[in-house]
Structure formats: C-alpha cells, structure tokens
C-alpha cells in the first residue's frame, strides 16, 4: 500500500508595493538630507534658515515625501492584504 504526501497549498507570494515602499523610504532617508545640503549650500547664505524659495520647496518636498513613505510602510499590512479564500 503506498501512500502519496499529502499536497500542502501554496503560499501565495508576499505583496510587492510594501516591499517597493520600504526600499523607496530607504532611498529617500539616505539621499534626502544630502539633497537639502547641497539646495541649501546654493543660496546667498550658506546656512540655516534656508533664504530661497526654492530651498524651502526641497525642504519641505523631501520631508514630505519620507513622511509619506514611512507612513504607506507602517499601514501596509491594513492595504496590502491578499484575499484568502
């Protein structure tokens, strides 16, 4: 008498976006502050607070950004659910 294993169901494969977000918030932690060094370096000053609109406009779009992203991380698990079924 054989027997054949029983067949377990396959795990569907993880969601993509969350992973996606992660590696766009990593990129974004890390360049972020280099690119609103280097905006703010550009001005009449060199230092803080930033002087052009176009520092402030870096500033607050990087930040943004990061926030965004950390935020779309940290919900992930509620949007990114597969159906089972």
Do not use: Q, Y
């Not at 029983?6 to 993880?14: G, L, N, S, T, V």
């Not at 932690?29 to 002087?51: A, H, K, Q, Y």
């Not at 930040?63 to 159906?83: D, E, F, H, Q």
């Amino acid at each position: 008498m054989t027997t054949e294993p029983e067949k377990r169901p396959a795990h569907p494969a993880p969601p993509k976006g969350p992973l996606i977000m992660l590696g766009l918030l990593s990129v974004g932690s890390f360049v972020g502050p280099f690119l609103i060094f280097l905006t703010i370096r550009g001005g009449d000053r060199e230092v803080w607070p930033p002087d052009r609109p176009l520092e402030w406009a870096v500033l607050i779009g990087v930040t943004a950004l990061v926030v965004g992203l950390m935020i779309g991380c940290l919900t992930s698990g509620k949007w990114s659910r597969t159906n089972a079924s």
